[in-house]
């Protein structure tokens, strides 16, 4: 591994949660510690750094508050580059940039602390806009939360991996493996439109060519689950998406659009999905 994960790739792709964005007069911003915060979400505990280039005073001079008290003038200029690994710790990427921070407070010491950590502050969080919109690069756009890099070229293969199956039920050998392989043996349907997911995880899609009415152990009818499969239930990173998917795979079993192995398979997979992320339960059977 010398590079991101699809998860975390599918992530840094991700629009920035409004919750996430502060405004004060009229500038939208992420505070610090909530880029911090985001780095080890993304990226994992000891796999980024914050190296200090260059740190430098600028000005210390003697001025006046607003209310006419003796104060401190401070300027620090610093210099900082932070550097972003791969899982297995190997290094992926670094980034250098530069910030002036100021502080004025009547004590000499406290002076000089806001502004050193004023000018580290921004320069990390100029930094970690070069990863892109969870870390505040679209609000360069006039404060745009919507994502502003949206795709990429580069996607991380195809990983093979041991995994840890003792919590998965047991399904049949044409049962698509844990990552969204394609599910095995099953022929291909005439052509449908794909299907769609919301943002509950509830599967549909325009009307489809085959007898929705068909018997429950049809084959028929089948190509909303392969785009299931490999795309989007291996992209869903909250519990609400799983929860969704697993709810309605019964409606598409009723409506004769994929057998009760088949919705068995792909329950499989919710649940392998539910566990790499570290849900307890994705959902109620």
């Known amino acids: 591994m010398t590079y991101f994960t699809g998860e975390q790739v599918n992530l ?43 740190q ?20 620090y200029r610093t210099s900082l580059r932070l550097t972003v ?6 290094t992926v990427c670094f980034y250098d ?23 580290w502050t921004y320069a990390l969080k100029r930094c970690a806009t070069n990863l892109g919109d969870q870390f505040g690069l679209s609000l360069y756009g ?25 919590d998965v039920p047991q399904v049949t050998p044409e049962a698509p493996e844990v990552h969204g392989a394609p599910v095995a043996e099953v022929p291909p349907a005439a052509a449908q439109p794909p299907a769609q997911v919301n943002g509950n995880g509830k599967i ?16 028929t009818d089948i190509d909303w689950m392969g785009h299931l499969v490999d795309d989007l239930i291996p992209a869903a990173m909250t519990r ?17 659009e994929c057998t009760d192995e088949h919705a068995k398979q792909i329950k499989a997979v919710v649940t392998e999905r539910a566990r790499v992320l570290g849900f307890e339960k994705a959902a109620a059977a």
């Not at 939208?28 to 796999?47: C, Q």
């Not at 600028?58 to 003038?73: F, L, S």
């Not at 549909?204 to 084959?219: G, I, M, Q, Y």
């Open 97 to 119: 940039e530069s910030h002036v921070g100021e502080s004025t407070h009547p004590v000499r010491g406290e002076a000089h602390g806001n502004a050193l950590t004023n000018s």
């Open 85 to 90: 690994k791969a899982p297995d710790g190997s």
């Open 56 to 75: 430098t005073l600028i000005a210390e001079t003697e001025t006046k508050t607003r209310n006419n008290k003796d104060a401190w003038y401070v300027v």
């Open 204 to 219: 549909s899609r325009p009307a489809a060519k085959a007898n929705v009415h068909a018997p429950a152990d049809a084959e």
């Open 240 to 256: 609400k998406e799983l929860t969704g998917f697993w709810g309605n795979v019964d409606e598409h079993v009723a409506a004769g």
């Open 142 to 166: 006039k404060g745009s939360m919507d994502a502003l890099v949206r795709w990429t070229l580069i996607r991380p293969e195809a990983e093979a991996s041991v995994v840890d199956d003792s």
């Open 12 to 54: 840094l792709l991700k629009p920035i949660h409004p919750k996430r964005v502060n405004v004060r007069d009229g500038m939208s911003y992420v505070e610090g510690y909530d880029i911090k915060a985001e780095l080890n979400r993304v990226f994992g505990f000891g796999r980024w750094s914050a190296e200090i280039l260059d």
